[in-house]
């Protein structure tokens, strides 16, 4: 991707934002390049989403998206356990949250990292680049709490090992945690698009 190009991405995650789906302002949008949704999020909504943007729509699931076992969110193309290049951006994705109880979408330490050693020929042939993380979870002690919402070990070891330039995640609702949307770790920016946060990549 030319370093001169700049792409607009909106990030979506966890409740329905009020301004998009009540109030969504097409001219405040029409700039948008890319959009990426970190899981647990209406089927309506989604399709709400696609539909008022018009461009391409990525998504991991959540913990509470069992409903993508039967139906893939119209319009939208999963990131799970793939990596995908989007206008020669590359994106890493890993739904699901630290198991906390049966049910799909939940994977222990071991289960997550097993995922990513199935990705390493992937990894391999877009040449150990990844400039986009997207997962559902956070990584651990990088914006997560206790319990449900813990975060991986293996997303640092990502963020550690490949750098990408953002590690987008939500399952850590901002309005009952204290902390920040953004964080920094090592060279990488850390969001989390509870609601929705808009960025320019």
Same mark, same amino acid.
């Given at each position: 991707?030319?370093? =001169?190009?700049?792409?607009?991405?909106?990030?979506?995650?966890?409740?329905? =934002?009020?301004?998009?789906?009540?109030?969504?302002?097409? &001219? &405040? %949008? &029409?700039?948008?390049?890319?959009?990426? =949704?970190?899981?647990?999020?209406?089927? *309506? %909504?989604?399709?709400?989403?696609?539909?008022?943007?018009?461009? &391409?729509?990525?998504?991991?699931? *959540?913990?509470?998206?069992?409903?993508?076992?039967?139906?893939?969110?119209? *319009?939208w193309e999963p990131l799970d356990d793939r990596i995908v290049e989007h206008s020669g951006v590359k994106i890493l994705g890993l739904g699901g949250s630290m198991r906390y109880k049966p049910g799909p979408y939940q994977y222990t330490e071991l289960e997550m990292k097993f995922r990513l050693l199935k990705l390493l020929p992937s990894l391999w042939l877009h040449k150990s680049r990844i400039d986009i993380l997207v997962t559902h979870a956070p990584a651990h002690n990088l914006g997560d709490l206790a319990g449900p919402h813990r975060g991986f070990k293996v997303f640092r070891t990502i963020i550690e090992k490949y750098k990408p330039k953002y590690h987008l995640h939500g399952h850590v609702h901002l309005n009952y945690s204290h902390h920040p949307r953004k964080i920094t770790y090592e060279k990488t920016s850390i969001i989390n698009g509870f609601d929705h946060y808009m960025f320019e990549y």
């Open positions: 991707m030319s370093s =001169s190009r700049i792409m607009k991405i909106l990030t979506i995650s966890d409740v329905e =934002s009020s301004i998009l789906y009540e109030r969504f302002d097409s &001219a &405040a %949008y &029409a700039d948008v390049d890319l959009v990426i =949704s970190c899981g647990d999020l209406p089927l *309506g %909504y989604l399709e709400f989403i696609v539909t008022m943007v018009n461009v &391409a729509c990525y998504y991991v699931p *959540g913990n509470h998206d069992e409903r993508f076992l039967e139906m893939v969110p119209p *319009g």
